[in-house]
């Protein structure tokens, strides 16, 4: 299979378009609806109009949501190695992460710090498409088989299930089924440059232990009973899978931080 062009990378799998992992003490969508928890990551609802409508700025029935601005993003946002960072491509990552934002803050009615965002959104590019010219040049080509296996790993971790499902949901969102391949492409090609430049070790079982037994006591710490929290046997491949991941990510880092001494990268925000 042809390596996708990384002009295409996206970061719709892994950060926009899926519900990041339940936490080791959160409860499901059911539970919460049932306990009355937010979906705002816990903080308080919106304010209503006593039916249950949250409020809007003029006192409406409707919630108004903020709009991102990309009007002063220029045509080309960066560039990296001679390879150009399309302001559509900025465009579709920003969107995704200003909603989020906006969302969190809702409640507190603060507004998002625009410009910050789109340095950070345009700094997380300039990292991915870094790393991912490594790993062409390093010789990683997924196969379909790699692409297949991808999407089973990420079907698992946001609770699909299979492949095909978390083909259709982003196809729901827009995504064509080609695109969805050619990102889980991109996430093997990054996957298996980190793990083979940087030092990822499977956690032992006395690591993982150590790691609950803390979470088991900051529950503690913050008033909870330590019943909330699930069995270590029920979360032990959850904690595992979330070690391996921190590693990446700060493996991550600091492979981006060397391909940029010696690249060459200009930011044109």
Not at 18 to 24: G, I, M, P
Not at 117 to 125: G, R, S, W, Y
């Amino acid at each position: 299979m042809k390596v996708p062009s990384t002009s295409k990378v996206r970061n719709s799998i892994v950060a926009v378009s899926f519900a990041a992992v339940l936490a080791l003490t959160g409860c499901s969508g059911d539970q919460a609806a049932e306990s009355g928890a937010s979906d705002q990551g816990g903080q308080a609802p919106a304010a209503s109009d006593g039916g249950g409508s949250p409020l809007g700025a003029d006192g409406s029935g409707e919630q108004e949501m903020p709009e991102a601005d990309v009007s002063d993003v220029p045509d080309v946002v960066a560039t990296v190695n001679g390879e150009d960072i399309s302001k559509d491509e900025f465009t579709q990552i920003y969107e995704s992460q200003f909603q989020q934002m906006a969302m969190q803050q809702q409640s507190t009615g603060e507004e998002v710090d625009q410009a910050a965002l789109k340095q950070q959104v345009a700094e997380q590019l300039v990292d991915n498409h870094l790393l991912l010219q490594g790993a062409s040049e390093a010789g990683i080509e997924p196969t379909d088989e790699d692409i297949d296996a991808t999407l089973e790993e990420i079907a698992q971790q946001n609770g699909l299930g299979s492949a095909d499902e978390v083909v259709s949901t982003l196809e729901q969102q827009g995504m064509s089924e080609e695109d969805v391949r050619e990102d889980a492409a991109s996430q093997h090609m990054l996957t298996a440059y980190i793990e083979q430049e940087a030092d990822i070790e499977e956690p032992s079982e006395e690591e993982l232990q150590a790691q609950y037994d803390q979470l088991v006591e900051q529950q503690s710490q913050a008033g909870g009973e330590s019943s909330e929290v699930p069995p270590f046997e029920d979360v032990q491949d959850q904690l595992a899978q979330q070690t391996v991941a921190q590693q990446q990510n700060e493996a991550a880092t600091t492979l981006a931080g060397e391909l940029r001494e010696s690249g060459d990268v200009t930011i044109n925000l």
